[in-house]
């Protein structure tokens, strides 16, 4: 079964809002990183937060870490058509895998 | 420089059948990982090869093997499919140091008939 659980399932919203997507893991981690898929092809690697930050910023990407609550946020700021796509979070524990989460659909409209 | 590679794109098997995956990480990275994302899902872990050397399993069954030559490139073969073995496979490799998560290839399509 999935460990991460991405909130909400799916987002739609209008160009140039902001979008908030949340992730809750369920055991301790080395890190957690946040990834984008377009249409069912590869994963892009968005942005990776180690397990003694709280907080990482990268462009318009601000990612959250908060171990007390085993939960992530990723906020996309000023968002763009073509940030229309899946975007995972995938927490990383020892041995080097990564356990995704079932993923939110965004859905940025012109 | 080239991403990571993965071949074919797609890909049309009966069940029973054997099939072989392939992909190139990208030159200088020794780690190579494979995952299965049924349509919908997260992807889900199978197999991290480094320096030739099997590093972790998931929780899949025997049918599924890997492995990974000199050259850092690995395959990934399946053994008697099943309609259930239809997903992405996902290819993803990257530096043990001076690591900053994974690069994956595009895929491959798979679909059991």
């Known amino acids: 079964s999935q460990q991460g659980e991405e909130d909400p399932q799916a987002l739609s919203i209008q160009e140039g809002e902001n979008a908030t997507m949340n992730c809750s893991y369920k055991?301790?981690?080395?890190?957690l990183q946040w990834y984008r898929q377009n249409s069912g092809r590869g994963l892009v690697h968005l942005i990776l937060?180690?397990?003694?930050?709280r907080e990482k910023h990268s462009g318009r990407l601000r990612v959250t870490l908060d171990t007390s609550k085993k939960s992530s946020s990723l906020l996309i700021t000023a968002s763009r058509a073509a940030d229309t796509a899946s975007y995972f979070c995938a927490d990383e524990t020892s041995g080097s895998r990564l356990t995704f989460g079932e993923g939110t659909q965004l859905t940025v409209n012109p | 420089d080239a991403g990571v590679t993965q071949s074919p794109t797609h890909l049309i098997k009966t069940r029973g059948q054997h099939v072989t995956l392939r992909c190139s990480p990208i030159s200088g990275h020794k780690s190579v990982s494979w995952y299965q994302q049924v349509l919908g899902q997260g992807p889900q872990f199978i197999f991290q090869?480094?320096?030739?050397?099997?590093?972790g399993r998931g929780n899949f069954p025997d049918r599924f093997s890997a492995r990974q030559f000199p050259n850092y490139s690995s395959e990934l073969n399946v053994n008697a499919l099943l309609l259930g073995d239809s997903a992405l496979y996902l290819c993803?490799?990257?530096?043990?140091?001076?690591?900053?998560?994974?690069?994956f290839g595009s895929g491959t399509r798979l679909t059991v008939v």
């Open positions: 090869y480094y320096e030739k050397e099997e590093r």
């Open positions: 055991t301790s981690i080395n890190n």
């Open positions: 993803a490799s990257s530096l043990l140091d001076r690591y900053d998560g994974y690069t």
């Open positions: 937060i180690r397990s003694n930050e």
